[in-house]
C-alpha cells in the first residue's frame, strides 16, 4: 500500500520505555531529516528547555526559519548542525540564525523534562 504524498510525515521517538509521537513539517529540511531516520541520539540538555544533539550531517536549510518556538518544536540548529527538542519555554528567543521549524511533539514532550542528558531514538512511524 503506497502513502498519499500529501499525508503527515509520522515520528516516534523513543527513550527509554517511553514512546512520544511527533509529525514532520512539510519542508525540504524535514525530509531531509527524515532520510537520516533511524537515529540514536545522545541529547544534552540546554537551559532546562530544550534536548539537542549533533546530526550526523548537516541538512537542507529549506524551511520555515523562526526565532521563536513552542513547548513540542522539533527544529534544526543550522550551525550544529543540530535537531533540538523544546520541552519548555523560559521566554527567551532563538538567536540568529534562526532555528528552522521541521516537526511537532503530539503528546508525551513531558519526558524529555529530565535533568542532564539523555539518549533518543527517533524513527519512522
Known sequence: MSKDPGAEARVRIIIGDTSIEAILAD??????????????????????REKFAALPRAISERGKRTHDYAVGTIGYW?????????????????PAPGLIVIGKVKAGVEALSVRGAISATIKRS
Open 27 to 48: 519542508s525540504d529540511a524535514a525530509r531531509d531529516f527524515a532520510s537520516l531516520l533511524p537515529l540514536t541520539l545522545f541529547m544534552n540538555d540546554l537551559f532546562r
Open 78 to 94: 543550522p550551525p550544529g548542525p543540530d535537531v533540538a527538542i523544546f520541552y519548555r519555554h523560559d521566554g527567551e528567543r532563538i
